[in-house]
């Protein structure tokens, strides 16, 4: 049982890799399941075994490179001693740095940001992506109206507008990459850049080092 359950993992695996090799080269509307079922050398039926439709399997790509729910609550909490401010500073810092250091993230984002067009049979996949999108924002949200987070913030900021700015600034810096990696060094700059941000926001500001 052990093994077919290994063997199920990695026909599933190799099913993810295709359709990310066929997004990417083609687009998502454009690529079909019998092509991806093709390129991984398996039947539609194996296909459709792991996964309903296409907009389940492009979520479930796009999984790979996101944290789940309960994880980015995790990290926002500051029940681990940290500054929550400071926890969401490097967890930003960190989406944008992933990108020159991790491929896979970079391929599967440019997808969802340049080669996705959010057709009726991808519903479903945009929905999810937009819940993802708010669930963040909410938390994010959340942590501005903490009392302890609250009172930092500069006169004129309110919980709702902080969490829309570290949300339109890391899908600005994000977009922005990934159509040109020369405007900006990820891995050198983007610490600086979301300092400015949070100076601009939290009256009592100070960065951690690195």
């Not at 250091?101 to 519903?123: A, M, V, Y």
């Not at 600034?169 to 990820?186: C, N, Q, T």
Request: proline share 4%; aromatic share 8%; hydrophobic share 40%.
């Amino acid at each position: 049982m052990r093994r077919t359950k290994e063997d199920s993992e990695k026909t599933r695996q190799t099913i993810l890799d295709s359709a990310e090799q066929l997004f990417l080269a083609k687009g998502v509307s454009n690529t079909s399941l019998e092509e991806i079922a093709r390129s991984a050398g398996v039947t539609r039926g194996a296909v459709y075994w792991h996964f309903q439709n296409k907009a389940h399997l492009f979520n479930d790509l796009l999984n790979q490179v996101r944290l789940p729910p309960e994880q980015l609550a995790q990290r926002l909490s500051g029940c681990d001693g940290h500054d929550p401010i400071q926890s969401l500073f490097e967890l930003s810092v960190e989406v944008i740095e992933n990108l020159a250091r991790h491929p896979q993230r970079r391929r599967i984002l440019t997808i969802l940001l340049q080669r996705c067009e959010f057709t009726d049979e991808l519903r479903d996949a945009e929905e999810r992506h937009n819940h993802f999108v708010r669930q963040f924002i909410e938390l994010c949200e959340q942590l501005f109206t903490r009392e302890s987070c609250r009172s930092r913030l500069m006169p004129g900021v309110t919980p709702q507008i902080a969490s829309r700015a570290v949300h339109a600034m890391i899908f600005g810096l994000l977009s922005d990459w990934l159509r040109d990696p020369e405007l900006f060094d990820a891995e050198r700059e983007t610490r600086f850049l979301f300092d400015a941000l949070f100076r601009g926001l939290v009256r009592d500001w100070s960065a951690p080092q690195a």
